[in-house]
């Protein structure tokens, strides 16, 4: 289990960061292309595909950090009606909704897994880089269903100890331990 | 009729508490089965192709990119010019505070995370200084919400995905009622600190002031590398947003060294739950938006309303009124993805420009993060400085007084929003 935990954590730090350091590098290419004297090292290279590879790893990114969401708590929901509620239909409703989401997702894991079941039977690649549509789309069933996984996992947690995960948005790592502003403290 | 069913489903999942993104999909998913017969399979592709443009990745990238800037020093580098600028006059921090939150939502695309990059170092420190809590809070609330006006702005970047509307445009466009929106902020704290004698800090010399600027200097040349790469051309506003992550990194852990290499992982993986949040919500809402199209609501609401004979100014009013309930218990994104779709068709027929829609949009938008029940900046304010969310939204009154006054404002003047970006010859 802290196993999966990691490795989710691993696979959607290292999409982003490597998502931006593609764009980043292909933007500088662009531009080092029409340099005199760099022009001959780059004109050899051809990151047409950039674009597209940052897209599916986003897409990769979101599917994952979706599940990862689930565990920490960040997909926001309306609480205003079920603060107001009393503790057993709250917890009810917070069951229900947790469940719901559990659903979903798995409906949506198995539909895709039947897609790409069928474009896994096709030839279709994609435009520039032309890997097989099924491997990217591979991401719609793995990360439904690893999000269903978390939802079952948080609502099991939650009907146990009555705790959900809560994403704070207050919170800045690193900041109460830097010294407060001295410029003007005369 | 079905579009009482379909907005009635999705109001009653979404009270159950789930997420928006779930009860989105849950609404599609029951809707196309028990009343449809457009084929289920569709809905797993529409899951994939919904965030399939290479627009929406800007998001991420301004993420990373603010959560780069507020862990590794630079909104303290602002704070600190800004006080060196305005503290003086009266109001002090809290002047310098609206004047920090405008310099760094320059950079940052997201409102909640300018109120904790500036309000985290800012307010403790205003209480130090005297400040009661409440006028800190009411002052960093209200400003932070400038994180969407001034460009880049994640919401501007969801509005214009979800409209067609060019990105760019709208960023420029957002460029003056952003500073007008300071400046009345920055007003309304003056007369504040000033009725109540507030205090204020000693000048700071010229000498001073060079100093805080230089320190600051890489930070704001962000907002050059942003605004002009994007008005030159020389980006389009995802390579610019992957491009100020990358600047941003190199700022936090190279030059100011106030983030060590390890910290990075983490901020890598912050940005990444983020971001696939409101990817997440995106995909569900243009599934939602594809069933919209084909039970054809906004083509009939586009028509029912036409019918009323409704001035466009009438049309204005009610769209804000309808946005502001609207923010009341939904945040800014959902709103968007889910409203802009059905009302854009609306607004182009009655002769609103596009542009001029979606800065409305955004400053209703900023109002809706800054009042209860589910503000975001409201609490994240709270978490800052342990005041009561009641107490908070009596501290904020004046500041979002003044904002709605701005809000019709900017209705009712199209000029404001549209002057900029006619200027600089972008149609």
Redesign the interface.
């Known amino acids: 289990m802290k196993f999966l935990d990691r490795l989710e954590e691993w696979l959607i730090a290292t999409l982003m960061g490597a998502a931006t350091l593609l764009i980043f590098v292909s933007v500088l290419h662009r531009y080092g292309s029409t340099v005199h004297w760099l022009n001959p090292y780059l004109r050899g290279i051809n990151l047409a595909w950039a674009q597209e590879l940052c897209i599916y790893m986003f897409i990769w990114m979101a599917k994952f950090g979706a599940a990862y969401g689930v565990r920490t708590g960040i997909h926001v929901g309306v609480d205003v009606l079920i603060n107001r509620l009393s503790d057993a239909y709250r917890k009810k409703l917070i069951i229900f909704a947790l469940l719901a989401g559990a659903g979903f997702t798995a409906v949506v894991g198995t539909l895709g897994a039947t897609f790409v079941w069928e474009i896994g039977h096709t030839e279709q690649t994609s435009a520039d880089m032309e890997v097989p549509m099924w491997l990217v789309y591979l991401a719609i069933p793995c990360g439904s269903y690893l999000m269903c996984f978390r939802f079952l996992q948080v609502c099991w947690n939650f009907i146990k100890t009555g705790k959900l995960p809560a994403h704070n948005h207050s919170h800045v790592e690193g900041v109460d331990d830097v010294a407060p502003i001295g410029v003007v403290q005369q | 009729m079905s579009a009482l069913i379909i907005f009635g489903l999705l109001i009653v999942?979404?009270?159950?508490?789930?997420?928006?993104?779930?009860?989105l999909?849950?609404t599609v998913?029951t809707f196309l089965v028990t009343m449809t017969s457009v084929p289920?399979?569709s809905?797993?592709?529409k899951?994939?192709t919904g965030?399939?443009?290479?627009e929406i990745?800007a998001i991420?990238?301004f993420i990373?990119a603010g959560n780069f800037l507020?862990?590794g020093?630079v909104a303290?580098r602002m704070?600190?010019f800004a006080?060196?600028m305005v503290?003086h006059w009266h109001g002090g921090l809290g002047l310098a505070g609206v004047l920090a939150c405008a310099l760094f939502a320059a950079v940052s695309g997201s409102s909640?995370a300018t109120?904790?990059?500036i309000g985290?170092?800012?307010l403790?420190?205003m209480v130090?200084h005297g400040f009661p809590n409440r006028f800190g809070a009411g002052v960093i609330t209200t400003s932070g919400a400038l994180g969407i006006l001034i460009p880049p702005s994640i919401v501007m970047v969801m509005y214009a995905v979800s409209t067609s509307t060019s990105v760019g445009k709208l960023f420029m466009a957002g460029v003056i009622p952003g500073l007008m929106l300071a400046t009345l902020l920055g007003l309304v704290t003056w007369f504040i600190a000033r009725k109540n004698n507030y205090p204020r800090?000693?000048r700071?010399g010229w000498a001073?002031r060079l100093k805080?600027f230089r320190d600051s200097i890489w930070g704001l040349l962000l907002i050059i590398i942003v605004m002009g790469g994007i008005y030159l051309g020389?980006?389009t506003p995802?390579?610019a947003a992957?491009?100020s992550?990358?600047y941003a990194f190199i700022i936090a852990v190279f030059v100011y060294k106030?983030?060590p290499l390890r910290?990075?992982?983490?901020v890598?993986?912050d940005?990444?739950?983020?971001?696939?949040?409101l990817?997440?919500i995106i995909?569900n809402a243009v599934l939602f938006s594809f069933l919209m199209t084909s039970e054809q609501i906004p083509q009939t609401m586009a028509g029912w309303i036409l019918g009323q004979d409704l001035p466009s100014w009438a049309f204005l009013l009610v769209v804000n009124v309808l946005l502001l309930i609207a923010g009341?218990?939904?945040?800014p994104s959902s709103i968007i993805l889910i409203l802009a779709p059905i009302l854009f068709p609306v607004a182009t027929q009655l002769g609103i420009d596009p542009i001029h829609f979606g800065i409305m949009i955004t400053i209703n938008m900023e109002v809706g993060m800054c009042h209860p029940?589910?503000g975001?900046n409201l609490?994240?304010?709270?978490?800052?400085t342990k005041m009561g969310i009641t107490e908070l939204t009596v501290a904020v009154w004046p500041w979002l007084l003044a904002m709605l006054g701005f809000l019709l404002l900017i209705t009712f003047v199209p000029q404001i929003s549209l002057f900029l970006p006619h200027v600089l010859g972008m149609r």
């Open positions: 999942l979404m009270l159950t508490g789930m997420p928006i993104s779930i009860a999909g849950l998913l289920i399979e809905v797993a592709l899951l994939f965030i399939e443009k290479f990745m991420p990238f990373l507020t862990h020093g303290r704070i600190n006080t060196s503290g909640p109120v904790v990059a985290s170092i800012l403790p420190a130090r800090l000693q700071a001073q805080a020389i980006f995802t390579e992957a491009m992550a990358v106030d983030m910290r990075v992982p983490k890598l993986l940005s990444a739950n983020m971001s696939a949040m990817l997440y995909t009341n218990v939904m945040e029940p589910v975001l609490y994240v304010a709270s978490g800052i």
